[in-house]
């Protein structure tokens, strides 16, 4: 059983959430994922710098980010994998969105996946990690047709 919340924690409707969930739903798949339980939280460029300060030290909004619970010391596994929360800024994604030229719902959609990656263990710190974590972040998106 995989379970995941989409929680709109704006007061915008956001039509390209149906697209986060269609993504989901392959993802979750393709990756042959397992009792999993995540959430994706979207919220406002103040909320996101907030949690960017608190939990990151940095004092500037972002774009996305993950609180993965399996990198805790203290979890404590158990028959359901409760993966964490991806926490992504609306306001970041539509300012990203127009400077990278393609459409919210391309953006909103990269954010989301890059978040669950880095749930899953996936970063980007180093050139090896990067390469395959970008390389499976496009293919995902490609698979399920969300291109540029």
Known sequence: MNSYEIINNTEENIAELVDVRNLLEF????????????????????????????????????????????????????????????????????????SYGHSLKREICFLTIHGLLHLLGYDHMEPEEEKEMFALQELILNECGITK
Do not use: M
């Open 27 to 98: 993802a979750v798949s393709y990756l042959k994922l397992e009792n999993v339980l995540f959430n994706v939280i979207v919220v406002d460029n103040d909320t996101i710098h907030q949690l960017n300060k608190e939990y990151r030290g940095v004092d500037r909004p972002t774009d996305v980010i993950s609180f993965a619970l399996e990198d805790d010391d203290t979890f404590v596994p158990t028959s359901i994998r409760v993966l964490g929360d991806i926490y992504i800024s609306i306001d970041k994604a539509k300012e990203q969105a127009v």
